[in-house]
């Protein structure tokens, strides 16, 4: 099993629908992270939460909302899903007490707005 | 504003030796992360510099010049499975990381 599971792995829905992802990691890590890629550009955050209380915007936190609900969970909200924020999501965890900061990710969840 | 370039593709041979450039313009520098990532896959983390030098890694290498700003992923021996992206990162001052748009890797036989 994965040690970063992300659901759905694939999702299409219509404009204007309101759409959660989910994280779940068993690393055992503090930090959390959300982040989307699309072709051409390099991987952008969302959100992070270094800890159950501690919630972060990223550099595009527009249009998304993050609930950290257990040191273990990690959702991503699009209250009202438009076509630009299809894109392929990756949620991923760092251990904070490292000095090298490596990231771990989940295996993506695509979604497609139309 | 923060910039990561690097090429977006590179075609190499089997067997061959190719080197991926990756040059950044950051708000400070707290170390160089290089990921790879199959195509539909999640990245996975290759190496890590924070010094100036050369870090060997198997048939993988990594450089850094902090003062060039600049940084390079070596790749000896390729395989056909090498066939990926490679992500570049850096970790600014602020503790965040600033990715490059990644390079796409293309082994032929």
């Known amino acids: 099993d994965a040690d970063v599971t992300q659901t759905p792995r694939n999702r299409i829905t219509k404009t204007g629908k309101r759409i959660m992802l989910e994280c779940s990691q068993t690393?055992?890590?503090?930090?959390m992270y959300w982040y989307r890629q699309d072709p051409g550009l390099g991987l952008r955050l969302i959100y992070y939460s270094f800890d159950v209380k501690d919630i972060n915007k990223g550099e595009i936190s527009d249009g998304y909302s993050v609930s950290r609900q257990a040191q273990a969970k990690f959702s991503l909200s699009l209250e009202s899903a438009i076509p630009n924020q299809t894109a392929l999501y990756f949620c991923?965890?760092?251990?904070?007490?490292?000095?090298?900061?490596?990231?771990?990710f989940g295996e993506g969840s695509r979604l497609t707005v139309l | 504003g923060q910039n990561i370039d690097q090429p977006t593709e590179m075609t190499a041979t089997e067997g061959a030796i190719v080197q991926i450039n990756c040059t950044y313009q950051t708000s400070g520098f707290n170390g160089l992360f290089w990921y790879q990532q199959h195509a539909g896959e999640a990245p996975t983390f290759l190496s890590y510099?924070?010094l100036d030098g050369l870090e060997e890694k198997g048939r993988f290498s990594s450089f850094l010049s902090r003062s060039k700003g600049y940084s390079y992923l070596l790749l000896k021996e390729l395989q056909m499975k090498d066939s990926a992206s490679y992500l570049c990162a850096v970790m600014d001052s602020n503790y965040q990381l600033i990715w490059g748009a990644g390079t796409k890797l293309i082994i032929k036989p």
């Open positions: 991923a965890t760092s251990d904070g007490d490292r000095d090298t900061g490596e990231l771990f």
């Open positions: 690393k055992g890590h503090d930090r």
């Open positions: 510099n924070v």
